[in-house]
């Protein structure tokens, strides 16, 4: 890998005799949206216009398109990497983005993780099993309501206890009352129970508005964020993973407007401007995702990839108890494994359900 070099693959649909010109077409686009005849500079042509470096067919009709981007156009910038990656080209309808290779120097200019798997059970006394995970819905609750369902999710067990991602500073459930509220009742479980369960707010709004919602949470000893970058932006996400001190949980709303791949943009993307943990709508629930591509998406996550920290697979979406051993064979421990909807549907049952959830991941053995 060049380290000058970004590399962009794409699946581009066109016919044999034009794909060559489409792809170098492609390249001016995502470099110097301009005509090469229109470059004068010699240094520009030779070292900021996109190269492009191979093309091949596809099984599915199209062509596979890779290109050298400048990694000098880039600069460490999140929003600045996702343009010259996709950002006219988005608006191209045969053109979808499938693959991004970055070199080691370029990545940590970026980050990464900071916390990575390692840091979720370390945080968690949690090792050799997947972590389990709920939300706090539906959208409309008061802060002392949500925090008595935090309360039973802490008792039963649960390791992360997040909010749903359309939690955001109500008039119903206002930032600073909820973070209070419901960590609040996350100290008084470890001290009847002495096991850890982290919270993790959603921080949403502008800049300044994420940095003053993460004083609040830090202060209140929360001990995680959640963030959806599609949201609020990717460099919301980057600027999280900079300053927040605690593991980072990426929420993956409105990511399916774009036309890039869901392996490269949760498992990959994410990780590199920060996610430690990504959150994807698994295969059987209320998406559409297949299972081929759900475990694409967690191998990107976890796999060896410029030397950036692994980040946690988080499959979701309409997951319940009784999927509890399928998804165990099928994604493994280093997994955290999301249930919201399927638990608060059990009612008055809801901490007994609770505990057949935790009962199924940490002693499988033991559940028929």
């Known amino acids: 890998m060049n380290e000058r070099r970004i590399g962009a693959v794409y699946a581009i649909r066109a016919d044999p005799a034009s794909i060559a010109e489409r792809a170098q077409a492609l390249a001016l686009e995502q470099s110097v949206e301009l005509p090469l005849a229109a470059v004068r500079d010699a240094r520009i042509r030779d070292e900021v216009v996109a190269r492009v470096e191979s093309i091949a067919p596809r099984d599915d009709g199209r062509f596979t398109v890779r290109l050298g981007l400048a990694a000098e156009t880039v600069a460490g910038e999140p929003g600045q990497l996702m343009n010259m990656l996709f950002g006219n080209s988005s608006l ?36 050799d099993r997947p972590l389990t995970c709920s939300a706090l819905k539906p959208l409309g609750l008061p802060p002392p309501e ?92 980057a600027l999280v993973a900079r300053e927040a001190g605690v593991p980072i949980l990426s929420h993956p709303a409105l990511a399916g407007i774009a036309r890039i791949a869901p392996p490269l943009l949760l498992g990959k993307l994410f990780r590199l401007f920060g996610a430690d ?75 007994q359900r609770c505990a057949d959830f935790v009962t199924a991941v940490r002693e499988p053995e033991t559940v028929k």
């Open 92 to 127: 191209h309808d045969d053109v979808e983005l499938v693959d991004v290779d970055v070199h080691p120097d370029c990545a940590r200019a970026f980050g990464g993780p900071r916390f990575g798997i390692a840091g979720w059970r370390s945080a968690l006394d949690a090792h």
């Open 146 to 237: 949500l925090a008595r369902i935090a309360g039973v999710y802490a008792r039963a067990g649960v390791d992360v206890i997040k909010d749903d991602h359309g939690l955001a500073d109500q008039p119903a459930a206002p930032f600073a009352d909820r973070v209070r509220a419901v960590q609040d009742a996350l100290d008084r479980s470890r001290r009847a129970t002495g096991r850890r369960s982290l919270y993790a707010p959603s921080l949403t709004g502008s800049h300044d508005a994420i940095r003053a919602q993460m004083r609040i949470a830090r202060d209140c000893g929360v001990g995680a964020f959640m963030v959806a970058p599609m949201l609020s932006g990717v460099a919301a996400l």
């Open 277 to 351: 943990a990504t959150i994807f709508p698994n295969a059987g629930g209320r998406f559409s995702y297949s299972r081929e591509t759900c475990l694409a998406i967690a191998d990107a996550a976890r796999t060896s990839w410029a030397g950036l920290a692994p980040c946690l697979p988080v499959p979701a979406g309409g997951m319940s108890v009784e999927r509890v051993p399928e998804l165990r064979a099928t994604f493994g421990a280093d997994t955290m494994l999301l249930i919201g909807g399927s638990l608060l549907a059990a009612g008055d049952a809801l901490a």
